[in-house]
T-cell receptor, first 109, second 115 residues
Framework: GEDVEQSLFLSVREGDSSVINCTYT??????LYWYKQEPGAGLQLLTY?????DMKQDQRLTVLLNKKDKHLSLRIADTQTGDSAIYFC?????????FGGGTRLMVKP | EAQVTQNPRYLITVTGKKLTVTCSQN?????MSWYRQDPGLGLRQIYY???????DKGDVPEGYKVSRKEKRNFPLILESPSPNQTSLYFC??????????????FGPGTRLLVL
């Protein structure tokens, strides 16, 4: 399958903005996703972006897509301790989702 | 309540002893899939099913089997488990796999240890 890459770890202070980055390789992907996994739980879809969009905003979340560089980012404004989790980006490739390795976000009070 | 259930949630077994992890959804979804999650590797798809009696390999199908005899159930079978199958397994379902609005609903996970 295609590789989707993310940095492993991000630490921010409460109230700051968090930016989680992802690179993907399948230029034919029509949708790209961000999932959140809290400890001991399954994955929860946070947001998605269609490949013909550059940006999508949903409350505190902003997704930026640079198709030329195959780069996807998730910005969380006013990060809270409840945002501490692992965040996965994913791309669809045919009938499958390919996930990145996940970025663990730690929010310090 | 709409949900995906998996059983068992935790399982310790020995090499070579056949096991089945069940997955059931109550949302009448066509699409179901199995993933394994390993540290640093994210989720990798094992098998998926587009509908009853329609299954296909994902990225890491070796050592696994699945069946889809009914719409609601999608069991994962390990005929002869090996220690490299020690992992956290997730089942997921969605109405259809066209991306975007068709959210995949994930089960709570099954943690498997193969000795």
């Amino acid at each position: 399958g295609e590789d989707v890459e993310q940095s492993l770890f991000l630490s921010v202070r409460e109230g700051d903005s968090s930016v989680i980055n992802c690179t993907y390789t399948d230029s034919s992907s029509t949708y790209l996703y961000w999932y959140k996994q809290e400890p001991g739980a399954g994955l929860q879809l946070l947001t998605y972006i269609f490949s013909n969009m550059d940006m999508k905003q949903d409350q505190r979340l902003t997704v930026l897509l640079n198709k030329k560089d195959k780069h996807l980012s998730l910005r969380i404004a006013d990060t809270q301790t409840g945002d501490s989790a692992i965040y996965f980006c994913a791309e669809n490739a045919g009938n499958m989702l390919t996930f990145g390795g996940g970025t663990r976000l730690m929010v310090k009070p | 309540e709409a949900q995906v259930t998996q059983n068992p949630r935790y399982l310790i077994t020995v090499t070579g002893k056949k096991l089945t992890v069940t997955c059931s959804q109550n949302m009448n979804h066509e699409y179901m899939s199995w993933y394994r999650q390993d540290p640093g590797l994210g989720l990798r798809q094992i098998y998926y099913s587009m509908n009853v009696e329609v299954t296909d390999k994902g990225d890491v199908p070796e050592g696994y089997k699945v069946s889809r005899k009914e719409k609601r159930n999608f069991p994962l079978i390990l005929e002869s488990p090996s220690p490299n199958q020690t992992s956290l397994y997730f089942c997921a379902s969605s109405p259809w796999f066209a991306g975007g609005q068709e959210t995949q609903y994930f089960g709570p996970g099954t943690r498997l240890l193969v000795l």
